[in-house]
C-alpha cells in the first residue's frame, strides 16, 4: 500500500494544512514538496497518533478498526456502504465552507486526518479500488480492545482479507423453534446418481421420470462432469465416461460420496449462482464459482462440529460484514440476472437477499446438504430451512475420506417370473446400473427402483453388446431368492428365437360382404386400409377413421364407430 507521502502527494496545499491543522502540526514552509515531507514527519510520531485516534468520534474509530481488521484495506464499495462516501467537492468550496470541520461520514472524518487513502489494487478479479490505511501509518494506530460478541447485533465487522484467521463463528446457535422438523441429510445423490448414468448408457439425454431424484438432474449432471465421470459428447450433450463410470459405481458407497465431494469443492464449472431456481442469468458476464464456494466453506467450517446454526443469523452476518463476497469489485450492476418469477431485472445491492443471500441459502440447503455434510431444520414442513448442522461425516468427507458411518450396499433383488425386477436402493449401484440396461424402467418407490424385461428391452440391449446371459448371471449373483425357472427359460428361448408371441392392439374395419371391401379399395381411402383379417374385415390406420367412415357414407353405407369402453 502507498504510504503517507505516496498518499499526500496529489493533494493540494490547502488540503495539506487542513491535515495539520486537524492533527495540531505547525507548518513553517509554504513550498508543497517541504510542507508534505515535514507533515509526513510529524504524522508519525507514534505519540501524536494515539492521541489523534483517541480523539476520533466512536464511528471513525469503528471504521478504523475495520481497516485493521482487514489488514489495513478493504474493497472501497463495502467500506462506503458501511461508513459512508467521500463528497465530491473543490478546492474552493472546501476552503469556504470549511466542511472538514463538519464531516458528513467516518469516512471523511478519516480522510481529512490523512487515516484514509483511496486507490486502485490488483485483486484476484482485476484492479479494484480499496480504502486504505497508510502503510508506515498502519503499525502506528493502536487496535482496539474489543471482545468476542457472540450475538450478531453487536459483533463487530470483520472484512474477508482476515477470514481465514477468524476464530468466531458467525451468527448464532439455532433455537428451538428454528430446529422444530429436522431434516437428516442422507446418501441418495449416489442413487440418483446410478440412475442418470444408467439412462445415458442407454443412450437416453436424462432420466425418464426427473421428478424422482433427490437432487436436480441439471445438478447432478454438473457435480458429475466435475467429477470426469461424464463430459461433453460430439453432438453436444453429455456422454458417459464408461470406465470412470464403472469405478465410481463399483467402490463403497462412502468412497464414492468422498469422490463427489471432492470434485465440488474443486470444481470451477459447478457454478451454484447460475443454478438458483429463482434466478435467472443472461449475458457473457463471468463470476467466480470456486473463490465464493471456498470463501463461505471458510466461514461456514468455523460453525461448532455438530451444533445446530440459525441460517438466518449466518446470511445477516454475511451481508453485514462480507456482502462483497461473491463480487469482488463490490459491483451490483453488470450482472444481467433476473428474477424468474416476474422476469424483472435485480440489481444494485437493494437485490443482495435475492441474489447473493439466496445463493449462501442455496449452498447449504442444496450442495452441502445432497453431499451428506449438513442436516437441515425447518420450523415446520411448510417452511424453509431455518437452521442446519454438519453431520458427524463431514469432517471426514471435507478432507476427502470416506465417513465411518458410510452404509452398506448389502441388499437383494427379487425377480419375478413374469420378468418383473425389483431393485431395493442398498443393492450394489454396479448391479443396478447392468440390470436397468436389459429392462424396461417402470414407476420407482422412494426405496426401490422397479424394472420389467421385454422383447425390445433385450433386443435394445443385444444391440449395445450385452448378452442375455449376462443378465442371468447378474440375476442369480444378487437375487434374494433363486431365478424363476419360468424366466430363466423365456430368456434363453428369446435369445434362441426372438420374440414368438405378440400382443397387439388393432384398429379393425368389419364390413358386411366382401364385396364392399372390394370397393372401398378402389377409393383414395385404399392406403389407410391394412392387412386383411378375412373376407369381411381389415385394420385400419390409426387416426384415418373419419376419412374411412366419410368414404363409407359416399358409398351409401352408414357405419358406426364402437369404442373400447362400449365393447361388451
Known amino acids: ?32 514538496d517541504q510542507v508534505l515531507e515535514q507533515l509526513a514527519a510529524a504524522l508519525l510520531e507514534p505519540r501524536l497518533v494515539d492521541e489523534i485516534v483517541e480523539a476520533l468520534p466512536r464511528t471513525a474509530r469503528d471504521a478504523l478498526q475495520a481497516l485493521l481488521d482487514g489488514q489495513g484495506r478493504l474493497p472501497w464499495s463495502a467500506f462506503a456502504r458501511r461508513f459512508g462516501e467521500l463528497r465530491e467537492i473543490g478546492a474552493a468550496r472546501r476552503d469556504r465552507d470549511q466542511v472538514y470541520l463538519n464531516p458528513v461520514s467516518a469516512a471523511e472524518v478519516l480522510f481529512y486526518r490523512a ?21 508506515d501509518l498502519l503499525p502506528l494506530i493502536p487496535a ?51 440412475t442418470l448414468l444408467a439412462a445415458l448408457r442407454l443412450g437416453w439425454s436424462g432420466v425418464p421420470r426427473r421428478e424422482h ?12 462432469r466435475a467429477a470426469g465421470i461424464v463430459a461433453a459428447g460430439p453432438d453436444g450433450g453429455l456422454a458417459l465416461q464408461l470406465e470412470p463410470a464403472r469405478n465410481f459405481l463399483g467402490v463403497g458407497r462412502g468412497e464414492a460420496l468422498a469422490l463427489l465431494v471432492k470434485a465440488w469443492l474443486g470444481a470451477e464449472g459447478f457454478n451454484e449462482l447460475r443454478q438458483l431456481p429463482t434466478l435467472v442469468c443472461e449475458g457473457e458476464w463471468t463470476n467466480q464459482p470456486l473463490v465464493t464456494r471456498e470463501f463461505l466453506l471458510d466461514l461456514l467450517t468455523a460453525i461448532p462440529e455438530r451444533q445446530w446454526w440459525s441460517l438466518n443469523a449466518f446470511v445477516r452476518l454475511v451481508k453485514e460484514r462480507f456482502a462483497d463476497f461473491q463480487r469482488p469489485a463490490g459491483d451490483y450492476d453488470s450482472w444481467f440476472i433476473k428474477r424468474a418469477a416476474d422476469g424483472v431485472f435485480l440489481r444494485g445491492f437493494a437485490a443482495w437477499d435475492e441474489v447473493d443471500g439466496a445463493l449462501i441459502r442455496y449452498l447449504i440447503a442444496g450442495p452441502l446438504h445432497w453431499l451428506g455434510l449438513v442436516d437441515l431444520a425447518v420450523p415446520d414442513k411448510e417452511k424453509a430451512p431455518s437452521a442446519f448442522r ?12 470416506a465417513p465411518k458411518t458410510a452404509s452398506e450396499e448389502l441388499s437383494r433383488l427379487t425377480v419375478g417370473s413374469q420378468g418383473r425386477i425389483s431393485v431395493p436402493r442398498l443393492v450394489p449401484r454396479l448391479a443396478r446400473y447392468q440390470v436397468a440396461r436389459f429392462c424396461e424402467w417402470e414407476d420407482e418407490k422412494r426405496d426401490e427402483y422397479r424394472y420389467r424385461v421385454t422383447p425390445s428391452s433385450l433386443k435394445r440391449a443385444q444391440e449395445q453388446g450385452v448378452k442375455v ?22 430368456l434363453v428361448r ?18 358386411g360382404s366382401p364385396a364392399v371391401l372390394d370397393e372401398l379399395r378402389k377409393t383414395s381411402v385404399a392406403r389407410f386400409l391394412g392387412e386383411a383379417l378375412g373376407p369381411t374385415a381389415v385394420t385400419v390406420t390409426p387416426g384415418a377413421q373419419a376419412k374411412v367412415l366419410a368414404m363409407l357414407a359416399e358409398m351409401g353405407l352408414l357405419a358406426e364407430e364402437i369404442r373400447p369402453e362400449e365393447e361388451k
Open 213 to 224: 431424484l433427490s437432487v436436480p438432474e441439471p445438478v447432478l449432471m454438473d457435480l458429475l
Open 390 to 401: 454438519f453431520t458427524a461425516a463431514a469432517p471426514a468427507l471435507l478432507e476427502g475420506r
Open 115 to 135: 487515516l484514509l487513502g483511496r486507490a486502485f489494487f490488483d485483486a484476484p478479479g482485476g484492479a479494484q479500488e480499496f480504502a486504505y490505511i497508510p502503510e
Open 469 to 490: 446371459e449376462q443378465l442371468l448371471a447378474l440375476l442369480q449373483k444378487y437375487a434374494a431368492a433363486p431365478v424363476p425357472p419360468a424366466f430363466a427359460r423365456s
Open 144 to 194: 482496539a480492545e474489543t471482545e468476542i460478541q457472540a450475538d450478531e447485533e453487536t459483533a463487530k465487522p470483520a472484512e474477508p482479507a482476515a477470514a481465514k484467521a477468524r476464530l468466531e463463528p458467525l451468527g448464532r446457535p439455532a433455537t428451538p423453534l428454528e430446529r422444530a422438523e429436522i431434516l437428516p441429510t442422507d446418501d441418495r445423490i449416489l442413487d440418483d446418481a446410478c
Open 1 to 32: 500500500m502507498p504510504d503517507l507521502i505516496h498518499s499526500l502527494q496529489s493533494r493540494d496545499l490547502g488540503h495539506l494544512r487542513i491535515v495539520a491543522e486537524l492533527w495540531g502540526v505547525e507548518l513553517d514552509s509554504t513550498q508543497p
Open 494 to 511: 428369446w435369445e434362441k428365437r426372438g420374440t414368438e408371441a405378440r400382443l397387439e392392439t388393432r384398429l379393425i374395419l368389419r364390413l
